[in-house]
């Protein structure tokens, strides 16, 4: 579950269509605006949005519900007949992030994972709303990761980039046009041909016919022109190891990991450290979280990662990763997992600064 903030008409409605446009057979369940819960499927592309909206009224969500409530839609979507493999929720445009976070980390519901805070900036009304509303540096600081959307209709996109980039901490920023970012920015999408029999989202969508408007045919044929240019704007690393890494040196590398790396996913072998399980890792700038998981007979013992950002040094990072392998079990120690342990969220963890 991710959470996608930013203010009045930054363009977090058109980064959301985009993700569901190109969730790559992932479905997409998402809550949004005035609170609607809306099931993102086959259905829904054929018209029936409506049917499929709960709406609890005007308001801002940390303010309009409680957790209690939360969690009920949360489980409308979350139910694991309904097929959703990843949940977003858009917040109102006046919303309060923290306190949004906040609810969602206090949530009750076990087959919800957090999975970090987005923030979408509109690059060509920048300076106007930080004067109007100077709160909108602190949403910056607690973000995971920055998406200055709007960047060709901004006459200093550069100088924008680099203000938000002063007033994040740590969060990768992510330029872009159109709310168009690759969804494995934010997360793991399944491959379309996993769903058999059953059309997904991008088969709906291109079957569509071509709109007869001229200004809606410029537009379609415009994101049909770019959307096969997303892997221009970034890099991407996979390693692999059959050695186990050292728990202390893969946290000195991901401490100090560079701004341009947008996302991490991906299973570790810590070896002698936890032998009974392996950790997942899921990164969205800078929001860190490891998932423990027992070892299965099927599974091999490897390090699988994929890291992906834009303006990295690839092979460097692969060779900061290589350092941090170690197949000595006598140097493992009751203190070596303690770095990891900090980013395993407690099942009653409700602070987000614990």
């Known amino acids: ?21 190109r969730s790559g057979g992932s479905r997409i369940g998402a809550i949004v605006n005035d609170f609607g819960a809306i099931e993102i499927d086959a259905m829904a592309v054929a018209g029936a949005l409506g049917d499929s909206t709960v709406s609890l009224g005007n308001g801002c969500l940390c303010c309009a519900v409680d957790t209690s409530e939360l969690d009920v839609y949360l489980e409308r979507l979350a139910r694991p007949d309904t097929g959703i493999d990843v949940i977003v929720i858009e917040a109102s445009g006046l919303a309060e992030p923290e306190e949004l976070v906040r609810m969602l980390l206090a949530s009750d519901h076990p ?8 923030e979408v900036v509109d690059a060509a009304e920048f300076d106007a709303t930080r004067a109007m509303h100077p709160e909108i540096d602190r949403h910056l600081a607690l973000a995971d990761l920055v998406v200055v959307n709007k960047l060709d209709r901004s ?6 980039l680099g203000q938000v980039g002063e007033l994040v901490d740590r969060a990768a920023v992510v330029p ?7 969804p494995e920015f934010l ?3 399944r491959p379309s041909e996993e769903r058999i029999g059953q059309l997904s989202f991008d088969d709906l969508h291109e079957s569509q016919p071509q709109p007869h408007d001229a200004h809606e045919s410029h537009d379609h044929d415009r994101r049909d022109h770019h959307s096969g240019h997303l892997h221009t704007a ?3 690393l996979s390693f692999t190891s059959e050695v186990p890494l050292d728990p202390r040196r893969l946290m000195g590398f991901l401490d100090s990991r560079p701004e341009g790396l947008y996302r991490i996913k991906g299973y570790v072998d810590f070896g002698a450290h936890d032998p009974r399980n392996r950790y997942a890792v899921h990164a969205v700038g800078r929001f860190l979280r490891f998932y ?11 390090t699988q990662l994929v890291l992906i950002g834009s303006g990295i040094d690839a092979p460097a990072l692969g060779k900061e990763l290589e350092a941090c392998k170690s197949d000595a079990p006598h140097t493992a120690d009751e203190h070596g997992m303690w770095g990891v342990l900090r980013y395993v969220q407690d099942p009653g963890e409700g602070d987000p600064e614990a």
């Open 1 to 21: 579950m991710v959470v996608l903030a930013g203010f009045l008409g930054s363009g977090k409605t058109t980064l959301l269509n985009h993700l569901l446009h």
């Open 111 to 118: 087959g919800v994972v957090y999975g970090g805070l987005i």
């Open 155 to 160: 006459g200093d996109g550069g100088r924008v």
């Open 176 to 182: 872009a046009t159109y709310g168009r970012i690759d």
């Open 187 to 189: 997360f793991d999408c």
């Open 234 to 236: 970034y890099d991407s």
């Open 292 to 302: 423990p998981e027992p070892w299965t007979a099927a599974d091999a013992r490897l």
